[in-house]
């Protein structure tokens, strides 16, 4: 039996794993900032591990709730969430690349892989993307599956994978917590309207 792990160093603030969504203090943002919370812990994520300091603007080693709130502050302008949220890979694209490019980083790239492809294709992409320690943020629309209610219609980060022989398991981190499951499962939503990964790399010179 083969088995593969890899787990990011994911950071804490107070006493959740990345941010929490229920701290919001601005009601659209408690209600529909999640595409913004995976863009911040995407940011303080590649300062703290890539050195890309201009990402955030406070210090990435030492966290708090007064700092992320003005930070999420900040990213809300390029991931502000609409009635339906910010529910398309194009939208969080454009929104991302306009903050990296505000930030002067030019040496990174996005695309999005849509839900449409298979999830093999995706588990290829988020290992690649997880063993080059980077987040891989996740959009998950309708689900067929009552177990995966909590993460319909959200956007949260992947910061892990486990494989067991042909399983795949995904860390799911969102709310401040974790969850591990499945992709073959989480992929197959049952649905024709589709969310999708992020795709984030360095451009090569």
């Not at 659209?28 to 890309?52: E, F, P």
């Not at 969850?179 to 992020?198: H, M």
Request: charge should be negative; charged fraction near 20%.
């Amino acid at each position: 039996m083969s088995h593969i792990k890899k787990e990011l160093d994911y950071f804490h603030i107070h006493n959740g794993l990345g941010w929490n969504q229920n701290w919001f203090l601005d009601w659209s943002m408690y209600d529909g900032g999640c595409g913004a919370v995976t863009a911040c812990d995407l940011c303080i994520h590649l300062a703290r591990q890539k050195g890309m300091n201009a990402l955030y603007p406070y210090n990435a080693y030492n966290l708090n709730k007064k700092d992320y709130l003005e930070f999420s502050s900040i990213m809300k302008s390029y991931l502000h969430p609409s009635w339906q949220g910010i529910d398309t890979l194009e939208r969080y694209l454009a929104g991302l690349r306009a903050y990296f490019h505000h930030s002067g980083i030019n040496i990174l790239e996005t695309e999005g892989l849509s839900g449409t492809l298979s999830w093999q294709k995706a588990a290829k992409q988020i290992q690649e993307q997880i063993d080059s320690d980077i987040l891989v943020p996740f959009l998950l629309l309708y689900h067929k599956n009552y177990a995966l209610k909590d993460f319909q219609w959200h956007w949260f980060n992947l910061a892990g994978y486990e494989i067991f022989d042909t399983e795949f398991y995904v860390k799911a981190v969102t709310y401040g917590n974790f969850w591990w499951l499945n992709l073959q499962e989480l992929w197959n939503t049952g649905y024709r309207k589709k969310g999708g990964i992020i795709h984030i790399f360095f451009i090569e010179n």
